[in-house]
C-alpha cells in the first residue's frame, strides 16, 4: 500500500509551500511519516532533481527512522544503499540520511545542494547553530523547489530556543523572514489514529514514561512545561514589564541552581 497522509497537520504538512515548516507537539503524533512521506511526494513531483537529506542527532536516533522508511518508501520503487546511506528512486531522486553528533558537523556539509533538508527531533540540539547551516545547503539547480522540514517534541536541550523561533509565533502563524515564510503546525496524538488502532495502550505507557510534567509535555504537546522547576508552567502573559524602581525602594534578590 502507497502512504499517504492522514487528514489534518499530515496533510497541511505534505501540502505546505512554505519554506520553513516544522511539524511538532505530542509524542505519536505521525510527525516522521509526514516527513518521510513529505520526500516521497517530492520526489514524485521533481524526479532527479529531488535532492534530499535527512539528519538527527545520533546513529542510534537514526536507525529507527531508517527502518520506518524501507517501509513507506519500498511501494515507491526506493531501495537503501547501505554504502552511501541513503534511498535511491528509480526517476533519479535520492535522500541521504545522516547525523550530527557535535555542532560542528554541520560544516561537512559545506558545498552540498538539497532541494529538501529534514531535522528531525530539533529540540535535540541545544543550539540552532549546526540546524541554520544546514539550510545554507537548500539550492536546486534541477528546479525543484527548495524547503526546510523539521520535527520535534517538547523537552530536550533545544527546547528553549525551538520554542522561542516556532511556538511562541502561534501555531500555523505565518513570519516573514527575506522573503521566506515559515510555520508551526501543532501535533497531537490523537492526529495519528492508526497509531492508536494498532497500538491502543501507547497513550498508557506513555503516562509511565517520565515525570507529570514530561508526560504533558509528550502526551498533550504542552510547550509551556518547565520540568524541574519551582513553577512549572511559564505564561509570557503574567509578567511584569520593565520598569525604572524608585531608589528607595529595598532590593531583595533570589536566585534557582536550577
Known amino acids: 500500500m502507497t502512504w499517504a497522509p492522514q487528514a489534518g497537520p499530515q ?34 513531483d521533481h524526479g532527479a532533481a529531488a535532492r534530499g537529506l535527512l539528519v538527527r542527532r545520533s546513529r542510534v536516533a537514526l536507525e529507527p527512522t531508517i527502518a520506518r522508511a524501507r517501509q513507506i518508501y519500498r511501494p515507491f520503487g526506493a531501495t537503501w544503499q547501505e554504502a552511501k546511506s541513503r534511498f535511491a528512486w528509480p526517476c533519479g531522486a535520492v535522500l541521504y540520511f ?11 556539509y559545506q558545498g552540498h ?4 533538508v529534514y531535522v528531525e527531533e530539533l529540540t535535540q540540539f541545544p543550539s540552532p547553530v549546526p540546524v541554520d ?9 534541477g528546479g525543484a523547489p527548495c524547503g526546510f522540514r523539521a520535527t520535534c517534541n517538547p523537552g530536550g536541550p ?48 506513555l503516562r509511565q514514561s517520565g515525570s507529570a510534567e514530561l508526560v504533558r509535555a509528550w502526551l498533550e504537546g504542552d510547550w509551556s512545561v518547565v520540568e524541574g522547576a519551582f513553577f512549572d508552567r511559564w505564561s509570557n502573559r503574567n509578567i511584569v514589564k520593565p520598569f525604572t524602581f524608585p531608589d528607595w525602594w529595598a532590593r531583595i534578590r533570589a536566585f534557582d541552581w536550577g
Do not use: M
Open 11 to 44: 496533510t497541511a504538512f505534505v501540502n505546505s509551500e512554505d519554506f520553513e515548516v516544522v511539524y511538532g507537539g505530542a509524542r505519536g503524533g505521525g510527525k516522521t511519516d509526514a516527513a518521510l512521506g513529505d520526500f516521497a511526494l517530492h520526489a514524485a
Open 98 to 108: 545522516r547525523y550530527l553528533d557535535n555542532d560542528a558537523d554541520a560544516d561537512l
Open 113 to 116: 545542494d538539497y532541494s529538501r
Open 133 to 141: 547551516k544546514l539550510k545554507a545547503t537548500l539550492r536546486s539547480a
Open 158 to 205: 533545544g527546547h528553549n530556543w525551538v520554542k522561542a523561533r516556532y511556538i511562541d509565533a502561534g501555531p500555523y502563524q505565518f513570519i516573514e523572514e527575506d522573503g521566506l515564510t515559515r510555520v508551526f503546525i501543532p501535533a497531537k496524538l490523537a492526529d495519528n489514529p492508526k497509531l492508536d488502532q494498532v497500538d491502543p495502550g501507547y497513550r498508557a505507557r
